[in-house]
């Protein structure tokens, strides 16, 4: 973890609520893809994590969909703004078993960090397929960024107006060796009773601090309990227990 | 030079800024950032005779200057503690640290200090009858002076080391309880634990909590916090640590002036990680400012005149 300043050099709109956000500054304490940034702002207490979607040694991008206060206040910042960031918070996804047909499962806002997983994991040789689910066609971001990096993309969307009608799980590819997945609870339900194989998910909870001191986010797994922020938000699939 | 040093309960402490339980861990993740051992000391989190996972999330909500909290002493239980957390422990603190105890009975407060009178690093156990995130324990040992006395008799009893008892705010006269811990024998008193409070979500109409109210706790609750310091500290001879909401230089000061032999600091860390190590920083600056060449000497020092 680190605690630093980042300076805005871009902040533009994917689609009517999702924002994407470039900062400069330094990323040495990002280790992995999956892993968040707790970004602090005026007038508001409690800082926002927001998952890392890429990095490089001296840039760092979020998408983040604009939902409250502390979004609002993300998406009206200009080029130039300084930020205080922690970086390199949580465990991030473990690259090792993904054999060598990964599918990467996104949906809506939970699409952002599978980006630079998708990098890394094509750097290794992989071949990558990519599900994305959205509610619509309006809202759906980054589906040709993926396809740029040479991923197989399939797209869902829940009411049939782009791709596939219907979620994430109507469209896994059946070949597939390991899955990643992140998005909202009932999408990662889904996943996880839909697949056979073995993989890993990135959950979300309130955060205190986002760095393992305040034991706001924990929560029970076969392995123990565990908090959100440090020792996930990635999960193995063998350790989750999904509460009633 | 400006010093820093006090004293608590007859053990010399280099400065008198301790983080406060449940916001420092057992001080590891924290160590990773900064020399942990500028700290007077910290106060590690609340530990139970039993492992606890606390209560269901959300447990966090964000306030006005301040947040909500109901964790509800998530902690592995006294014996792990002990075997798997002060190790760690030790390895990065090397001064006598503060042992945070809680319970829902009367045998559970003494069973778990007796298990950590024990242990040498502890220098003093600071007993908590003012967790409001608890059912059938914790504040409900904090609102009665005759229940406080006893939780603090019991502690006495299982402990050479000094007992602190740390009261909750959610009472009507918190004079009455810190006098009937000093009479039991108690060798501080440590105060405010979060105030009780609670949050509604707009859009799904329910409580942000899922166990509907928590500890409120941060800059808007300093105020409280100083009041009670003032009036406790003025009615009893233990020394007094105050705490709630500091997050400065300043704070610290304006603490110690209303009587608080040492200070917490609490929900700062969580949202500046660096928040005691930067305080340190800026106290012989603020001192200098003020005129102040020994905090020892400020201690209480605006009833004077």
Known sequence: MKQSLFQIISNTALTDSVWKMVLKGDTSAITAPGQFVNIRLDGLYLRRPISVCDYDRQTLTIVY????????QLRAMPPGRELDLLTGLGNGYDLSPAGSRPVLIGGGVGVPPLYHLAKCLIAQGKAVQVVLGFNTASE??????????????????????????????????????????????PMLKAVYRATAISGQMSFEERMGCGFG???????????????????????????ILWQA | MASMNVSL??????????????????????????????????????????????????????CTSGMINAVGLQNPGVEKVIAEELPRLKACFHKP?????????????????????????VGWLEVNVSCPNVHGGGMSF?????????????????????????????????????KACEEAGADGIS?????LGMRIDLRTRRP??????????????FPVALRMVWQVSQAVKIPVIGMGGISSAEDVIEMMLAGAAAVEVGAANLINPYACRDILNALPGVMKAYGIEHLNDIIGGARNG
């Open chain 1, 65 to 72: 969909k604009v939902v409250g206060k502390g979004t609002e």
């Open chain 1, 140 to 185: 759906i971001f980054y589906e040709s960024e993926f396809r740029a990096l040479g991923c197989q993309v399939t797209v869902t969307t829940v009411d049939g107006s782009y791709g596939g009608k219907g979620f994430v799980t109507q469209a896994l590819p059946r070949d597939a060796t390991y899955f990643y997945a992140c998005g909202p609870e």
């Open chain 1, 213 to 239: 001191a305040c034991m706001g986010c924990s929560c029970k797994t076969l392995t123990g309990y565990k908090r959100i922020c440090k020792d996930g938000p990635v999960m193995r699939k063998e350790e």
């Open chain 2, 9 to 62: 309960c007859g053990i010399p402490l280099d400065n008198p800024v301790i983080p406060a339980s449940g916001t420092f861990g057992y001080g590891y993740e924290f160590a990773e950032l900064y020399d942990i051992n500028i700290l007077g000391t910290f106060s590690f989190k609340g530990t139970t005779k039993d492992p606890r996972f606390g209560n269901p999330t959300p447990r966090i909500a964000e």
């Open chain 2, 97 to 121: 640290v503060m042992a945070n105890v809680s319970g829902f009975s009367v045998e559970d407060y003494a069973y778990t200090c007796q298990k950590l009178d024990k242990e040498p690093q």
């Open chain 2, 142 to 178: 904090g609102t009665a002076p005759e229940a406080a006395a006893e939780v603090t008799r019991a502690v006495k009893a299982v402990t050479a080391k000094p007992v602190i008892i740390k009261l909750s705010p959610n009472v009507t006269d918190i004079v009455s309880i810190a």
């Open chain 2, 191 to 195: 105060l405010i634990n979060t105030l």
């Open chain 2, 208 to 221: 942000v909590i899922a166990n509907t109210m928590g500890g409120f706790s941060g800059p808007a609750i």
